[in-house]
């Protein structure tokens, strides 16, 4: 069986300010506050959501 892909996603920007669709986004991620990180599964709903607040996260795949 093969291992799904995991993306290591990193806020690095504040949420202060930013529309209330990106927070929600950021949100349904998992990630709270600035320098969070959370490892997700490499799906096409999560590389959409990824899409959408591209500009304030950073994204790498995850070891292991």
Request: aromatic share 4%; charged share 30%.
């Amino acid at each position: 069986m093969s291992e799904e892909k995991k993306l290591r996603v990193t806020l690095v920007r504040g949420l202060t300010g930013k529309k209330p669709g990106h927070r929600d986004t950021v949100r349904g991620l998992g990630l709270r506050w600035r320098n969070d990180s959370v490892v997700l599964s490499d799906t096409p709903q999560i590389r959409g959501m990824i899409g959408k607040v591209s500009y304030m996260v950073k994204v790498s795949e995850a070891q292991g």
